[in-house]
């Protein structure tokens, strides 16, 4: 009988270690999401420097300059504009992904505990009510 509560004690670790093991991969796969998107960016503002720089040693009159210069920084603005807003989407979807399955893993985790707490109880009431039992039964023999 002490094997059953042993059983269960590990079944209640398992469960626990796969609520873990869930919650760390879906973190994972965010943070995977969000470094892809930063080395994406890095990557795209790289290249626009690059060409940008390619464009202005070719240029000779200071108006196209200027010009150049103007329409680079607005795109570079833009750009980073809307990666931002990407990243602080995936950011919020990271958040709200983390609660949930914290707030999964808690109820799942009680929810095991108190069933594994019941069977435990349950198990030395049972014992309990046989010690009991016997206990009278040797002491009607005695007498």
Avoid: P
């Avoid at 994972?28 to 990557?43: C, F, M």
């Avoid at 010009?67 to 950011?91: H, M, N, P």
């Amino acid at each position: 009988m002490a094997n059953l509560n042993f059983d269960d004690m590990r079944e209640l670790g398992k469960q626990q270690f796969d609520i873990v093991s869930s919650a760390t991969n879906s973190t994972a796969k965010g943070l995977r999401a969000i470094a892809a998107e930063a080395t994406d960016y890095s990557r795209q503002s790289f290249d626009n420097s690059r060409a940008f720089f390619e464009k202005l040693l070719r240029v000779q009159k200071l108006d196209d300059i200027i010009q150049l210069q103007s329409e680079f920084a607005r795109t570079t603005y833009g750009d980073f504009i809307a990666r931002a807003s990407k990243v602080g989407e995936l950011c919020s979807n990271l958040a709200r992904e983390a609660f949930v399955t914290a707030q999964n893993a808690s109820e799942a985790a009680a929810k095991s505990a108190s069933e594994t707490t019941d069977k435990a109880l349950s198990e030395v009431q049972h014992q309990s009510e046989q010690f009991v039992s016997r206990t009278e039964s040797a002491a009607k023999q005695q007498r």
